[in-house]
């Protein structure tokens, strides 16, 4: 997750977030038969939307080798969970109910 955040440039807080949000989603097995980067990606797409590190399903794709598609899919796939997928200290969970769908 680290090598992948870094190549998007984003900050320490949202590689944890995004950490955290793909061990959720294998913990609650909300993707499943899903590949861990399809999960990872995923996760990273959610946390950025969930902060001000906006990045497009494109740079994620570029950055990680993952097609737009399966991104995309993987996403919509966790959507509805993202309420339970966030840390329980998170701090503006009124900001997850607004993140939006694709």
């Given at each position: ?30 993707a ?16 950025c ?15 990680v080798?993952?097609?737009?598609g ?20 998170y ?12």
């Amino acid at each position: 997750m680290s090598r992948y955040c870094s190549n998007l440039e984003l900050p320490r807080s949202v590689q944890k977030l995004a950490t955290h949000i793909a061990q959720s989603i294998e913990r609650l097995d909300i993707a499943r038969g899903r590949v861990y980067l399809s999960i990872y990606t995923a996760a990273i797409y959610l946390a950025c939307m969930a902060t001000n590190e906006r990045r497009t399903i494109k740079e994620i794709h570029e950055a990680v080798g993952v097609a737009e598609g399966t991104i995309r899919q993987t996403y919509r796939i966790v959507y509805p969970f993202r309420k339970e997928l966030f840390p329980e200290d998170y701090g503006d969970l009124r900001s997850v109910e607004d993140i939006p769908p694709l």
